[in-house]
């Protein structure tokens, strides 16, 4: 069922980019495994999905100290500060920086384990208040901030878009990040202005976000089947 499920999406990613004229290559799919037991995970795994996002710290830390270590795991959950040090430890990315006292800590612990930490800064592009996110008109002031902490690898943007009736309510809020991330590129606020990371997409809308150059696509559901 997992393995159905993960083929068809991976039909779907390659047709998308296809109709784009982009390389199904260049487009990765995060398999959303939040509130999913670890047999889950494993099951994914064996049909071949290495890489998998966690929106909860204790729930993902046990699945990802049980797990194969070649498993890879990103934070997309809300990140509080007395978890930045366990999340520096455990996810090969953090998604969802929005602060620089968050960018502060993790550059701090990421030091102390002696690695360099990728991150994104997550951008609350409908500017709603019940959402995590730096405010798009911050955003540069963000990236420019956390740009210069020497243990973070600032590699791009990530954002949820406001709830819409269809994929299609979607596209400007992808489009939004998009021309947000080729501005700051222009002013070379990424650790790479060649290759930016796009995190945006999930089950229902990650066809429209491959359109508008997602790089990476968050996908639960449509893998998983509804949470418990
Ligand atoms: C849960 C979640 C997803 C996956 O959502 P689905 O609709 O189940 O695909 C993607 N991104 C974030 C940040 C999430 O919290």
Redesign the pocket.
Known sequence: MICDNLAAIRQQIEQAAIQCGRSADAIRLLA?S?RMPLEAVLEAAQCGQLLF?E?YLQDALSKIEQADKGLHFHF??HLQSNKTRQAAEFFQMIETVDRIKIARLLDKHAAHFGKKLDILIQVNVGREAQKSGVLPDKALDLLTQAGQLKNLRVRGLMT?PPYGQDSEASRPWFVRLRQLAEQAAAQHLFFDNKQVELSMG???DFMVAIEEGATLI?????IFGTRP
């Open positions: 959303v939040k996002g929106n997309i959950g949820m999930m089950s229902g968050r996908v639960g559901t449509a």
